[in-house]
C-alpha cells in the first residue's frame, strides 16, 4: 500500500518500512524520535532531503496531488474545524476541497459521521462536542474521500479511557480495507491493534517486528520489588510503578544478576510491550548494534536475545 525507502531528513536516518493494506502498523518512540516527521512526510508536507517514499505507487515528491487524494490525515493538535458550524457543516466543507458535487458531498457527510458513530450529533455545533467527538470528526474528515490509506498520529491522545476504547475499536474496523499507519506512546493500545510495529529513536528504525516476535526477542522477565533508593540509576527505565518506598521493576531476565539480591520477592513472567519499550528506548545496558538489526530482534551486550 505504500514504502519508504531509506529516507533521510533532519529528523530521519535511512528509515525504510512498509504498510500493506488491510493492517495496522505503528511506529512506537520517545518524544523527538521522528514519527511525526515521518508522517509529515508521507502526507507531502514535509520534503526528505533523499530517500524515496510512495503511495499507493505515487512519489510523495513528484505525486503530490495523487497522494493526497490517496491519503487520510490526523495530527495531533490539528485545529481545522470552524467551531460555530456544525459536524455536518464541517464535513460538507472538507467534502468540497476535493471536488465533490453538493450531492457527493451531502451524501460521504451522512455516511462517515455514521461510520464514526457521530451520526445523532450531525447537527450539533462543534463547539459543544467534547474531545472524544472532536477526534472522531477528526477522522471522518480524514474519511470523506474514501482514501485506501489511513495515517494517524497519536489518534486517541488526552482521551478518558472509554473513549480511547471506542476509537480503537473504531480504527480496527476502518482497517479491515484500508491500510493504517498509526503513532502512539500507548503499548496496551498498539498491542491491541498494530499488525507490525516499527520501534524508531534518534531518527532510526531500532527494531521491528510483530507484537509477538517482538515480546519473544526480549524474553521472560523478572519482576522484583526493592527499595526505590536502592534501585540502579540505569535500571529505573524498568520500575513498573512505585508504591510507598519501594518500586516494583520488570527487567529482562539476562538482567536479572543486576538486582544484587535485594528484592523482596522476584518472580518471572511473559513480557508486555512496555517491557520491550523500556528495554529498548531507555539508556541501553542492553545496547542495540544498528549494524546488526533483524526483524522482531536485536543484538545485546555480549551477544543475541
Known sequence: MFKVKSLEVRALDGVSIRVPRSSVVALVGPNGSGKTTLIKILSTLLLPTSGKAYVMSYDVTRDVKEVRGSIGLVLTGERLFYYRLTGYENLLFFASLYDMSLGEARRRARETLELVGLGRWANVQYMKY???????????????????????????????????????????????????????????????????????????????????????????????????????QDLRRFMAFVRGSRAVLRVPRSMADRLDGRAEYYREDEPTLEDVYAALVGEETMEIDHRSRVRGGWAWRGGMA
Open 130 to 232: 467534547s474531545l472524544g467527538m472532536q477526534r472522531r470528526l477528526a477522522i471522518a474528515r480524514a474519511l470523506i474521500h474514501d482514501p485506501p490509506v489511513l495515517l494517524l498520529d497519536e489518534p486517541t491522545l488526552g482521551l478518558d479511557p472509554v473513549s480511547a476504547r471506542e476509537l480503537r475499536g473504531l480504527v480496527k474496523s476502518l482497517s479491515r480495507d484500508k491500510a493504517v499507519l498509526m503513532t502512539s506512546h500507548y503499548m496496551g493500545e498498539v498491542e491491541g491493534l498494530a499488525d507490525y510495529i516499527y520501534v524508531i529513536k534518534y531518527g532510526r528504525i531500532i527494531a521491528e517486528g510483530t507484537p509477538a516476535s517482538l515480546k519473544a526477542a526480549v524474553g521472560k522477565v523478572v519482576e522484583a520489588s526493592l527499595p526505590y533508593d536502592a534501585v540502579p
